[in-house]
């Protein structure tokens, strides 16, 4: 079977391996269209449940991603004329040009042929293949090139936001809120390696407007956010890789397959960054396909792939939605006490059982947070000790 995977991110790549590891005589290429070491974007988090997944199905770069990954094990909540509060929880961040040399490096070891600076996007012009992954992200040209088949739409958000870099390294993933002449501006940040932490900035138009950020060029508006930001930056400047500011594009497809043509990730759906979910979608899509493939003709196996993750993507994607409402309306709760305006964002996806608030409301105080951190730690660890002795058994 020939499989080409138009898009080297983490989806095309991952699902190269896998394809791969399911069946050696394979021929899988991927095209992608930056140069090898280029990419977009600073650093992904995931947690626990992505985690087993990676090991269950190839323990190798498992092994590697976990080995380079940042462990926190809180988060922050830093909101302007408020004292910090806390919310439990732990998780990982990885840098994606580290997520993606880890990735490359495995596909290249199965055999897998991995091509730079292809933008060949029109499926007409592609290598022949039986399978033609369009795994291209949220702007997908092969799903654009049968837009009315697919029945794709995008849904733009309201709220402005940037992604930058800083090498300030954040002890934890930690959200900061801060209070302006014209409105609220707050930021979502977490390490990922050391001397780089990525740095999200997001604000209602308004705001957006009236600081003259929709005015300023790159440099100047980076500027301007190092001065709002800089109790929590230490000094440190921001980076925009020159990608300026967005708004976010939810994507959704009516249907993901065309004859041999398949999307996988962004392509098929986006999740808004808020909850941190696009890596981890984009990989357990790659596993899905691959888990198809081995079990079902070609036809089938496509849609039993797209029935199994719209399944699994349906309550993810209502987090999201009601996650990002949140911030559009964060001004609303921005005059509540420090403990209930953090335990507010925790729960924006409206969620959590009485018995989270009493958790949240108790454990702020030094001695109870640290030990909600040791009984998390060990938790983390605990599962993490676990993992490879699966994946030998499986």
Not at 334 to 346: C, D, G, V
Request: net charge neutral; hydrophobic share 40%; with cysteine.
């Amino acid at each position: 079977m020939r499989i080409t995977c138009v898009g080297g991110g983490p989806a095309g790549l991952y699902f190269a391996v896998l394809a791969k590891l399911a069946d050696p005589g394979r021929e899988i290429t991927v095209l992608e269209r930056n140069p090898a070491g280029v990419t977009y974007g600073w650093g992904v988090v995931f947690w626990d449940d992505l985690l087993d997944d990676l090991f269950r199905y190839d323990p190798v770069s498992a092994a590697r991603i976990w080995d380079a990954a940042w462990k926190w094990d809180e988060y922050e909540v830093r909101a302007a004329g408020k004292p910090v509060s806390f919310l439990g929880g732990y998780g990982f961040s990885l840098g994606r040009h580290r997520l993606l040399d880890i990735l490359g490096e495995r596909a290249r070891e199965l055999g897998v042929t991995v091509r730079y600076e292809d933008d060949l996007t029109d499926p007409d012009r592609l290598p022949p293949a039986d399978l033609i992954v369009a795994c291209d992200g949220a702007g997908s040209r092969i799903r654009d090139a049968a837009a009315e088949h697919f029945g794709a739409q995008v849904e733009t958000g309201r709220n402005k936001y940037i992604w930058l870099g800083t090498p300030h390294v954040f002890r934890t993933f930690t959200f900061g809120f801060e209070e302006t002449e014209a409105g609220w501006i707050w930021f979502h940040a977490y390490p990922f390696a050391d001397g780089s932490s990525t740095f999200i900035v997001e604000c209602t138009p308004e705001t957006w407007s009236g600081l003259g950020l929709d005015r300023m060029d790159s440099a100047t508006g980076n500027a301007r956010l190092e001065k709002i930001f800089a109790r929590h930056l230490d000094g440190q400047p921001l980076d925009d890789a020159g990608r300026g500011w967005l708004n976010f594009r939810r994507v959704t497809a009516e249907r993901w397959d065309h004859g041999n043509v398949v999307l996988m990730g962004d392509a098929a759906h986006t999740t808004h960054f808020a909850i941190g979910s696009g890596t981890k979608l984009a990989m357990q899509d790659a596993m899905a396909l691959a888990d198809a493939l081995s079990a079902a003709s070609l036809p089938a196996a496509l849609e039993q792939y797209e029935h199994r993750r719209k399944v699994a993507l349906a309550p993810l994607q209502r987090a999201a939605r009601a996650s990002s409402a949140w911030f559009e309306r964060m001004p609303e709760y921005a005059e509540l006490p420090a403990k209930r305006f953090s335990y507010a964002l925790s729960n924006r996806r409206g969620e959590y059982p009485a018995w989270r608030y009493l958790l949240h409301m108790s454990t702020q105080g030094a001695v109870p947070r640290t030990m909600l951190r040791w009984t998390l730690s060990a938790r983390r660890w605990n599962r993490a000790r676990r993992r490879p002795l699966r994946a030998a058994v499986g």
